[in-house]
């Protein structure tokens, strides 16, 4: 409980610096006047980037102390390097702006080295598993990126997926599913906070893409515990990222069917 309330603290206080040093250096959202009319604009002022920066120090931090516990079992600590590295691309394409293609590629190095040295579904083969693994880590990343676009939403799903997969952990004698769980739903509904409407910060793919990796890492741990059935090891997870995999299928159908890339 301790872990959690200092990652909810360290979440609050680290936001609020960041937004302050975010508007006072010009890392910044600006209105775009000629895509809203004054009317709708649902963010008609200067709002601050980098909020999943303050995400990134909470779960970190969090992470480490229950390493330190001995409340996680050494999965997470290779893990851990792999989240630090997608957050590292997500920063570079709020900076500078990656192609799509760089940033698949880097997604699917960094879900494929998960897979093979770290975490895999449970309950099927390796022929199924580690592609079956690798492609569900790069869809979620993905997913929860494409769920950042209004306020509040992405967060607040991370928010209530993590609370699901945390009561699944306990369901199925699973601790640290339910530990890292517990530390993703503080920091983001810290986040959530500030960035449920109106926003005053954005989190950013730095943000995103490290929620969207950590939260496929938990789906696909929580595939480990004990189920009265092998297909309820795959399902059940599944079901708690529903709406991230709904969004995303229904997203690619469109594009595809208006011929869009």
């Known amino acids: 409980m301790k872990v959690l309330v200092l990652t909810l603290v360290v979440?609050?206080?680290?936001?609020?610096?960041?937004?302050?040093?975010?508007?006072?250096?010009?890392?910044?959202?600006?209105?775009?006047?000629?895509?809203?009319?004054?009317?709708?604009?649902?963010h008609p002022r200067t709002i601050a980037l980098g909020g999943g920066l303050g995400i990134l120090a909470a779960v970190t931090l969090a992470l480490l102390i229950?390493?330190?516990?001995?409340?996680?079992?050494?999965?997470?600590?290779?893990?851990?390097?792999?989240?630090?590295?997608?957050?590292?691309?997500?920063l570079l394409d709020d900076l500078r702006g990656c192609s799509a293609h760089q940033k698949l590629l880097a997604q699917v190095v960094i879900a494929l080295t998960t897979t093979l040295g770290i975490t895999?579904?449970?309950?099927?083969?390796?022929?199924i598993s580690v592609p079956l693994t690798t492609l569900s880590l790069v869809a979620l990343i993905n997913a929860v990126n494409m769920?950042?676009?209004?306020?509040?939403?992405?967060?607040?799903?991370?928010?209530?997926?993590?609370?699901?997969?945390?009561?699944?952990?306990?369901?199925?004698?699973?601790?640290?599913?339910?530990?890292?769980?517990?530390?993703?739903?503080?920091?983001?509904?810290?986040?959530?906070?500030?960035?449920?409407?109106?926003?005053?910060i954005f989190m950013g793919d730095v943000g995103s893409l490290f929620l969207g990796y950590l939260l496929g890492v938990v789906a696909v741990t929580a595939s480990q515990g004990r189920y009265p059935h092998a297909f309820a090891a795959i399902f059940v997870p599944a079901l708690m990222v529903g709406c991230f995999v709904a969004d995303i299928t229904f997203v690619t159908l469109w594009r595809l069917t208006h011929r869009l890339p």
């Open 11 to 42: 979440t609050l206080v680290a936001l609020i610096g960041v937004r302050q040093w975010a508007l006072r250096v010009g890392w910044v959202y600006r209105p775009q006047p000629d895509r809203w009319q004054p009317k709708s604009n649902p």
């Open 66 to 90: 229950s390493l330190w516990q001995g409340n996680l079992s050494p999965l997470w600590a290779w893990t851990m390097p792999l989240a630090l590295a997608i957050a590292l691309l997500g």
């Open 120 to 127: 895999r579904l449970a309950a099927l083969p390796d022929s």
């Open 147 to 200: 769920m950042d676009n209004m306020d509040g939403t992405a967060s607040g799903l991370v928010t209530l997926s993590s609370l699901g997969f945390a009561a699944l952990g306990i369901l199925t004698d699973n601790p640290p599913v339910t530990t890292v769980s517990l530390i993703l739903a503080a920091s983001s509904f810290g986040f959530w906070l500030f960035n449920k409407p109106p926003a005053s």
